[in-house]
Nanobody, 115 residues
Framework: QVQLVESGGGLVQPGGSLRLSCAAS????????LSWYRQAPGKERDMVAT???????YYTDSVKGRFTISRDNAKNTAYLQMNSLQPDDTAVYYC?????????WGQGTQVTVSS
């Protein structure tokens, strides 16, 4: 089973940038769709972006044009580049890797956007 570890979260001012990483071990990410989710206090966990094995990436409307999801299969890592961050982006960000027989989650990384 694949294990996922997120990193790169932290405190950033509005308008700033962060790059989240999701490093996998135990199995290759090559055949898995990779997604980033986020969960703000008191709210449900929502999908932010998805990059399939092949095909088009998906972004939720609120992050389009600001966030970019990518994958490096050679490094077995997924990324989420977040630009123009706003206070509403404050949440715990989770990495997910999934296919028909796998559904793995990381432990999450906190992103706080505040002045």
């Amino acid at each position: 089973q694949v294990q996922l570890v997120e990193s790169g979260g932290g405190l950033v001012q509005p308008g700033g940038s962060l790059r989240l990483s999701c490093a996998a071990s135990g199995s290759s990410l090559r055949d898995l769709a990779l997604s980033w989710y986020r969960q703000a206090p008191g709210k449900e966990r929502d999908m932010v972006a998805t990059i399939p094995v092949r095909g088009t990436t998906y972004y939720t409307d609120s992050v389009k044009g600001r966030f970019t999801i990518s994958r490096d299969n050679a490094k077995n890592t997924a990324y989420l580049q977040m630009n123009s961050l706003q206070p509403d982006d404050t949440a715990v960000y989770y990495c997910n890797a999934a296919n028909w027989r796998t559904n793995a989650w990381g432990q999450g990384t906190q992103v706080t956007v505040s002045s």
